[in-house]
């Protein structure tokens, strides 16, 4: 494991944040601090310009217990809970929620706004994830809701090749499974597997959820021979809103 990133990688992430944080602008502006709620899933480690925005209300839930040091939102308009997104949500206190003080999921909030940022591939660890996540956002949500979603389109990523080796060690490869097998030289120890999602199956899994796709953001070449464009040309956001 690297402790720095290259050059080459760090354009790639700041062109990934850059696209983010345009997008999030826009529904900043429009957020109303007195009555609109966000809920940020698997939240991470609290960084967007939401989370860094004090007069917006925005609950994050994530499943990672190494985000828990990092949670310095102290403000009553700010809240966390572990929670794996693809199972049945747990609204009673567990111990782990006991220990660090937290409340117990609500079950009667209502969200103007969701954001699942790199994480919305998580749902589909579980067959039954989609199910079950739907079935707690649609008793939380209202028609007019809003759904932004950032992933990496598989059918993009893989589209010439199975396998993307870059120099500094981390690759990126589809499984057989259709599996996303991936090493990040820069975070890992060892290789990730995990779901990877295209356009088209995210599509069609909202669509079945009632949700709509209204607009698609996807990042463009942005420098010559930097190999990681492969990864930044399948980046891409979706906003969906609710019938």
């Not at 080459?8 to 944080?21: M, R, V």
């Not at 591939?121 to 956002?137: A, K, M």
Request: proline share 3%; charged share 25%.
């Amino acid at each position: 494991k690297q402790k720095v990133y290259d050059s080459n990688i760090q354009d790639f992430i700041t062109k990934c944040k850059e696209l983010t944080n345009q997008v999030l602008l826009t529904f900043e502006r429009q957020i109303n601090y007195q009555k609109d709620r966000v809920l940020d899933l698997g939240c991470g480690y609290f960084n967007n310009i939401l989370w860094k925005n004090p007069n917006i209300m925005i609950d994050g839930v994530d499943i990672d217990l190494k985000t828990i040091p990092y949670n310095n939102n102290n403000n009553n308009n700010k809240k966390f809970w572990i929670q794996d997104i693809s199972q049945p949500w747990n609204h009673t206190l567990d111990n782990i929620a006991k220990y660090y003080q937290y409340d117990s999921i609500e079950s009667d909030t209502q969200y103007k706004l969701i954001t699942s940022l790199m994480s919305f591939h998580n749902v589909f660890r579980d067959s039954e994830g989609l199910t079950n996540l739907f079935t707690e956002l649609n008793q939380k949500t209202n028609s007019g809701s809003q759904m932004v979603i950032s992933f990496l389109d598989k059918d993009i990523l893989f589209n010439d090749n199975q396998t993307h080796r870059f120099p500094d060690g981390s690759f990126m490869s589809l499984t057989p499974e259709k599996e996303l097998l991936y090493y990040y030289s820069w975070q890992h120890i060892k290789p990730i597997k995990e779901p990877i999602l295209s356009l088209a199956e995210i599509t069609d899994k909202l669509s079945s959820q009632k949700w709509n796709l209204q607009e698609k953001f996807r990042g463009k070449k942005f420098k010559e021979g930097n190999m990681w464009n492969v990864v930044w040309s399948s980046f891409t956001i979706l906003i969906f809103t609710k019938n």
